[in-house]
């Protein structure tokens, strides 16, 4: 008999993706899994949609009386489910018929996290050919790996894993926005595998939104460093110390002409690290018990780019940046892959 999962979607407000979210997965050709549906406190009627369209067993509506955001919402979920394979879905999504069926392949073996191919709406196509990974301050860089297989992180808008391996995926107090990158430093830190399961196909609406907003860009901030000092060396951080200063100056004047990010929302953020010292100190010791690998193997798989790579400028930049990173000792993926390319034209 096929393993039971549990799959958690979590909602918050979205009561209008709910009838072809669901549907999707009741849909399934595996059935033996469970939905934990946990409502954020929407405003909305989204759980009155859900106990209206729906009548199946496999279900489980929770309400949580306030938003715990995403990490908080799926750590509470954790714990109304009845399976060990656990399955974290948004509810922005619709899922392919063998969805479920081909996630669940992904993590026959154990000690492994695995993800969907996530395909977001209004994401352009080139983006596809290849995965991403992170840089040196954990922002996304597109197409990086020569791959189609490799990936740095799980994406969790659908991700796998087993409850006993992973009992608490994710901090709390990130409430949204670098949570699936802080999974996937659990995971690799703690020397378990990360698959992309190419043939699991997630439909994504994604966010729409292109505003700035002070709480947004402050948690987007936040915790892509809450993310590199919680797991990193001080060794490390000392020698990305430029990235982090030059970083740090050109958003704040950036979010000043362009508006993208915002101001107030960046300056929080920095500030923040200023008068959390010893809530920092106590997330890196917490870490360290979970720690199997030293974080070269885990920079074997980083980026040195700082950008796409688009124009001129910005394939100049990567390159000092790769430059830099050889200078400091810093062995980054591209390091490997030339490594890898040297060593075929040498034979």
Same mark, same amino acid.
């Given at each position: ?52 369209? #729906?009548? @199946?067993?496999? &279900? !489980?509506?929770? +309400? ?8 908080? %919402?799926?750590?509470? *979920? ?110 690799? #830190?703690? @020397?378990?595998? &990360? !698959?992309?399961? +190419? ?8 966010? %729409?939104?292109?505003? *700035? ?135």
């Amino acid at each position: 008999m096929k393993e039971a999962v549990s799959i958690i979607i979590l909602n918050h407000n979205g009561s209008v993706f709910i009838e072809k979210c669901i549907s999707s997965v009741l849909n399934q050709s595996y059935e033996n899994f469970e939905i934990v549906f946990l409502d954020n406190a929407s405003t909305d009627e989204s759980c009155e949609l859900m106990s209206k369209m #729906f009548r @199946d067993d496999r &279900i !489980k509506i929770i +309400r949580s009386d306030k938003n715990l955001g995403f990490a908080g %919402g799926n750590n509470q *979920a954790m714990k109304y489910c009845s399976n060990d394979l656990i399955v974290l879905l948004n509810n922005d999504t619709e899922v392919d018929r063998n969805w479920l069926n081909n996630l669940v392949q992904a993590v026959k073996e154990k000690n492994t996290v695995a993800s969907s191919y996530v395909i977001t709406e209004g994401i352009p196509e080139k983006y596809y050919k290849t995965n991403g990974s992170v840089s040196y301050l954990m922002y996304n860089v597109m197409n990086v790996f020569k791959s189609n297989d490799q990936i740095f992180y799980p994406n969790g808008c659908s991700v796998i894993f087993r409850k006993s391996e992973i009992p608490e995926p994710f901090d709390e107090e990130y409430f949204f926005y670098g949570e699936d990158v802080y999974l996937g430093l659990l995971a690799r #830190f703690s @020397d378990m595998k &990360i !698959k992309f399961a +190419r043939d699991s196909l997630v439909f994504h609406k994604g966010s %729409g939104t292109k505003s *700035a907003s002070e709480t947004k860009t402050f948690y987007q901030e936040r915790n892509r460093f809450l993310n590199l000092y919680t797991f990193f060396s001080w060794s490390y951080i000392l020698r990305i110390l430029p990235y982090i200063f030059f970083n740090h100056s050109t958003n704040l004047i950036l979010s000043l002409i362009d508006r993208k990010k915002s101001f107030t929302g960046l300056l929080k953020a920095y500030v923040w690290f200023y008068f959390n010292i010893p809530v920092i100190l106590r997330k890196r010791k917490k870490m360290k018990a979970f720690k199997k690998l030293h974080e070269k193997e885990i920079i074997k798989y980083m980026t040195s780019k700082v950008f796409n790579g688009e124009n001129f400028l910005e394939r100049l930049v990567n390159k000092i940046s790769y430059f830099y990173s050889r200078l400091v000792g810093l062995k980054p993926y591209e390091y490997y892959s030339n490594e890898l390319r040297r060593l075929s034209s040498s034979l």
